[in-house]
Every structure is written in structure tokens, then in C-alpha cells.
T-cell receptor, first 114, second 117 residues
Framework: GENVEQHPSTLSVQEGDSAVIKCTYS??????FPWYKQELGKRPQLIID?????GEKKDQRIAVTLNKTAKHFSLHITETQPEDSAVYFC?????????????FGKGTHLIIQP | DAGVIQSPRHEVTEMGQEVTLRCKPI?????LFWYRQTMMRGLELLIY????????DSGMPEDRFSAKMPNASFSTLKIQPSEPRDSAVYFC???????????????FGQGTRLTVV
């Protein structure tokens, strides 16, 4: 099965600065890579995703990059704001079929310092 | 749509008791997933169903755990007997993906916080 590693486990940045979270995956057959944001006591919610036929995707202040050769992908948040404080999870879907379960990284606790 | 609905939101039970967690996926979604979240292990996939059929239960930790999906709108996760180490937040998620490479996001329910004392 798939194995997803995520770093760092905790990231503290000043408000307005950028934050970068990195993930690696093990199964070269994985082709779907979503990022979820989980606020304290709430459910994980999708913020952005990327498929293996795309190298980069951007949505306002967030962007995701994918390097299939190296099997790693990253989340970039620019101009961070207090409401960005949360736990972020990367995930990979193995097997190439849409019905397969997502394998999640351990999460990154992002802290935005005022 | 109300989203994925889980019940109960909180459950406190004594060790050895049977616990049943319930999930109603989003109407029209044909994939359903059960996850367990703990501080130590993060989000772990326990089992998932496609068109009500269990596809992969390799994440189920022990025989004490079982899951069913009798129809497209309902699933249960049962722990019998429960143990303190089962304490965690259990999430159900559903996805409209068709198993044909049409990868789409998984929508999570609010979760059930289980405490076994």
C-alpha cells in the first residue's frame, strides 16, 4: 500500500509570511493528491488538490506543486493570515482507481504568529 | 445537501461494551470510507466500500472491529468488545468517484469522538 510522509509536524510563521509544507509518497501508481485543512474540533476539509498529469495548481493564496519523478508534492501558502492556523494534511490515492481510499500524512500544525 | 452525517457525535462507554458508530453518506456518492484519528497515528483508513461492497479492510486493527454497509445510505462501524486504546475520533467520508480514474475529493462527516474508560 501507499505510504505518505509529511514535514514538518509543526510550522510557525509570522503573519504575512509564506508557509511551505512538504510530502513524499511511495507508490508511483498514485495519481491524486489532495490537501485537507482541519481546524480544532472540526472535520478535515479539502482546500486544494492536484492530479498527476499536472505539475502545479494555484488557487488565490494557496498553491500545490507535484514532482512525479521524485514522488513529492508541496503546499504553499502565501501572505498567511491568522485564519490559516490549523492542521494541514496531505494525502495520496493509490491504485489509480477513484474508489480507493486516501492515505494521509501525519499532519502539520501551522501556527500563524501575529 | 446536509453532507455526511455521523452519529453519535460523542460516545463514552466502559471497556468491554459494544460500540456502534453510524454514518449516512452524501446521496449519490458510491464510495464510503471509515477513518480513525489519534494524536499518535494521525488519520488512518480502516475500511472502504464501493457500491456497498467492502473493497479493502486491511486497515481494520483487529477482529473486534467490523463494518457493514447494508444499503447506499447507511453504514456502521462496530467495536466489540471495546478497549481504552480504541479511544479516538472516528470519521466517515464519502466520495462520488466511480472507480474509473475519476479522482474526486472525499467529504468528511463531523466525526464521532469515542472514549472508552
Amino acid at each position: 500500500g501507499e505510504n505518505v510522509e509529511q514535514h514538518p509536524s509543526t510550522l510557525s510563521v509570522q503573519e504575512g509570511d509564506s508557509a511551505v509544507i512538504k510530502c513524499t509518497y511511495s507508490d508511483s501508481a498514485s495519481n491524486y493528491f489532495p490537501w485537507y485543512k482541519q481546524e480544532l474540533g472540526k472535520r478535515p476539509q479539502l482546500i486544494i488538490d492536484i492530479r498527476s498529469n499536472v505539475g502545479e495548481k494555484k488557487d488565490q493564496r494557496i498553491a500545490v506543486t507535484l514532482n512525479k519523478t521524485a514522488k513529492h508534492f508541496s503546499l504553499h501558502i502565501t501572505e498567511t493570515q491568522p485564519e490559516d492556523s490549523a492542521v494541514y494534511f496531505c494525502a495520496a490515492r493509490y491504485g489509480g482507481g477513484g474508489a480507493d481510499g486516501l492515505t494521509f500524512g501525519k499532519g502539520t500544525h501551522l501556527i500563524i504568529q501575529p | 445537501d446536509a453532507g455526511v452525517i455521523q452519529s453519535p457525535r460523542h460516545e463514552v462507554t466502559e471497556m468491554g461494551q459494544e460500540v456502534t458508530l453510524r454514518c449516512k453518506p452524501i446521496s449519490g456518492h458510491n464510495s464510503l470510507f471509515w477513518y480513525r484519528q489519534t494524536m499518535m497515528r494521525g488519520l488512518e483508513l480502516l475500511i472502504y466500500f464501493n457500491n456497498n461492497v467492502p473493497i479493502d479492510d486491511s486497515g481494520m486493527p483487529e477482529d473486534r472491529f467490523s463494518a457493514k454497509m447494508p444499503n447506499a445510505s447507511f453504514s456502521t462501524l462496530k467495536i466489540q468488545p471495546s478497549e481504552p486504546r480504541d479511544s479516538a475520533v472516528y470519521f466517515c467520508a464519502s466520495s462520488p468517484s466511480q472507480g474509473l480514474g475519476l479522482d474526486t475529493e472525499a467529504f468528511f462527516g463531523q466525526g464521532t469522538r469515542l472514549t472508552v474508560v
